[in-house]
């Protein structure tokens, strides 16, 4: 499968922004969606995922309440809502997705097959 990630760009502190991930060339509705982020010198850091089903969510605890991870296997596409943005938020955002992960690894950066090429969000003070 192959994932394309956009929506970045800058914004102000407590302004939102959707980040899109698109996916094509395989049966996408069976794959775990995540978002990771990166900032320079930092490892690549879990930010959420959305199960096969939507059902089942996962998030970063510095997000929760502020990002909603959502999918539409229509579409083949999975968006990250970010509300309340905070320069903390300002990273390199990456979409990735998994077959087969087990929800104990829904967070584990390693389980993740596929990735997308990552879109910048900067959230200036």
């Known amino acids: 499968v192959q994932l394309q990630a956009s929506g970045g760009g800058l914004v102000q502190a407590g302004g939102s922004l959707r980040l899109s991930c698109a996916a094509s060339?395989?049966?996408?509705?069976?794959?775990?969606v995540g978002w990771f982020r990166q900032t320079p010198g930092k490892e690549r850091e879990f930010v959420a995922a959305?199960?096969?089903?939507?059902?089942?969510?996962s998030y970063e605890d510095s997000v929760k309440g502020r990002f909603t991870i959502s999918r539409d296997n229509g579409k083949n596409t999975v968006y990250l809502q970010m509300n309340s943005l905070e320069p903390e938020d300002t990273a390199v955002y990456y979409c990735?997705?998994?077959?087969?992960?087990?929800?104990?690894?829904?967070?584990?950066?390693?389980?993740?097959?596929?990735w997308g090429q990552g879109t910048l969000v900067t959230v200036s003070s």
């Open positions: 959305i199960r096969r089903n939507s059902g089942f969510t």
């Open positions: 990735a997705a998994g077959r087969g992960i087990i929800v104990s690894s829904t967070r584990v950066r390693r389980a993740y097959n596929y």
């Open positions: 060339g395989d049966i996408f509705s069976q794959y775990v």
